[in-house]
């Protein structure tokens, strides 16, 4: 008898070694998997061979302490003294002992790197360089995610749990990179849960029926939530969905011009900012200036910055000779609810003063950015230029290109050819650079292009890469990051240097004061892109080619004969309009009927979140009534039904709130049942249940044990669910802690059934 009983226990324990080899696999997959969510957060490869190395090491060793007899519950321990060997190791800085024991001059070298990345990820928005400090953000939360995945599947043998650290890690990028969950990441993570499920039913239980059904439940769940998560309205890229209760936040997502486009697309308006200015008429609020083009996105280029101190001089203006008329004006700017590492300033600005928190400037273009400060809550005032050049002085201008600038005419060469073809075509006949822009921003204004904010994202060219602008030179329709991007790109095309000028129109005239008239209100509808050309002696002249919005300059209008600023509107009423809208009368309905949101989206946005979170919520609910079907099928069978009855009345029994231990035996649960429904059908029902038990568990088999089971069964559990109450039968049926563990902590009501 003992040696029987060696010989069932050793193959039981390879079995279970084996089970945590699986499980260490599937979890190696789940790290995987999150991966590719974090691909666009950080530039290169490195950082994703760090996460996956680092993690399998960990999720491997733990594997390995298992199978080398550590108990299951102290492995996870060990694993966080590996990690943070390992970190030390790394990231150290040579303040370990050995090199690898972690001192605390090692925390504090940690918590300086932890304040360097979140410093880094703000200041540069994302793809971000793959500096040191962002590899210990990866390989530090990497260990963390590995230990907790282990601890939750193995350690205490929840392996459902693990669903809740993959899922934090898919949500951060979708909220970084502004474009939702990622379908791919998704798919991959739920593989790779069903296998972690399926691993650890096999691992406990190898004996038990094969999870097919449940599992088949949760991969159509998982299906599911996968469309829902591709088509619901809030959950595609760039997707309708705007909070409109929050702030307007620039510059933290893989473009900035990607935010301009999710703002401009906000049912309601948030007021941004308000200003006074003493210039005659509004200004355009430069943020940033995105000179880099990587063939499919924006960016600003990355340089060295000078610190901005209070009233210190900002300039030279780069190529502005002494010919050009100026003159200085004064804007003091409110931040209300906008945040960003720019600072909104009409261009080009000479100083600031009234800023709170340390700030530098750009010397190449004068923007103004932040280093640990950011625009929510400032106050300032703003010094700058107006550049008055006429069209003489810009049809003369141009020709040499200065090495620093030069950059500025890159084209990667794989351009659509559409590009510089309508760029040659749209400046036939011009015998300048300044006339070729000049006939460019006629272009997209005399040639049927519509203003629409939603017709790129319906039709998936929304963005502001070089095939997106392909595809937008074939539609003409969109809005102002389209425009300034095509003309831009156009303009290089034609060998003028140029970039794109992020920031905001005038705003709206809130017809001030007699001493005081300029005051305006600038919102979430004013965030616009333009774009600005080089021309030597002049420097960098903006244009204004979206239609509908903003204002032609008076420098590109053959019938102004006088020169107006570059950085404010044309007219020279003191209240100027929010928005110059086109001449035609049907270009101007288009544009009209393409901006206008519909009061629907919000709410098929919120309805498309609302299904996909009741899909999600179902799942358990669903998976426990697969399991009671497959249970009484099987009552059918010739034995052995008894305990499946047996089982399914200990689940129940657990679902509705009360305990149910496994070294109860039979007579003292059926006893327990008896007394909480006494008076009703299933307190007969559960003593037959209770003999028939009995019967099959010390007697020999009999033929026909199985019939009346079914029905007894069904009388049982429906007077216990009328015993327990609605509230406990609702939470029965969206949370079965059946499909917990039998040993995890629940906590039981009491009664006569606890």
Known sequence: MVSESVALAVPRTVRRRAGYWRLTGAMVLQMLAASVALVGLIQGAGWWFALILTSAFLLVAGAGLRTLGVHRGFVPLLELVLGAMVMTAVFGGGSGLVGIIPTPATFVHWWQLLQQAMLSIYQQGTPAESLPEFLFLVVGGACLIAVVLDTLAVAVRAPAFTAVGVGAVLVVPGAL???GLDPSALALSAIAYLWLLRADVRTRRPGSPRPGAALAVGAAATVVALLLAGTAPGFDRGGATSFTAGGIN???TVTPLIDLGKDLRRPTAVRALTYTTSAPTGQYLKLASLDQFTGSVWKHRERDTKR??????IGPVAGLSADVPTSKITTT???DNMQSRWL???APVQSVKGLTGTWSWDPDDLTIGGINATTQGQDYTATSLLLQPTADQLKAAGGVVPEDVQRDLFLPTNMPAIIEKTAIAATEGATSEYEQAVALQDYFRDNGFVYSTQTPLKQGYDGDGARVIAAFLEAKSGYCVHFASAMALMARSLGIPSRVAEGYLPG?????SASNPGEYTVTSDDLHAWPELYFAGVGWVPFEPTVGRGTIPSYTRADTAAAAPTSAPASGATSAPKRIVPTDPAQVAGARGA???SPLEPVLSGLGIAVLVLAVLLIPAVVRRVRRRHRLRRLSEASGGAAVVWSELRDTVRDLGWVAPATETPRAFAGRLADEIAGTPGEEAVLRLLAVRERDSYGPPVRGSTVGLADDLQR???????????????????LPVSLLPAGWPIAASPGSAA
Do not use: W, Y
């Open 716 to 734: 049982v559990l429906d007077a216990l669910e009328a015993s327990a109450g609605p509230a406990r039968r609702l939470r029965a049926l969206l």
């Open 250 to 252: 620039i510059g933290g």
């Open 177 to 179: 990179l502004g474009d």
């Open 508 to 512: 709206a005239s809130g017809g001030g």
């Open 308 to 313: 901005l101190a209070e009233g210190t001089p």
């Open 333 to 335: 700017v409110a931040i």
């Open 595 to 597: 901006t206008a949101p």
């Open 344 to 346: 909104p300033v009409p």
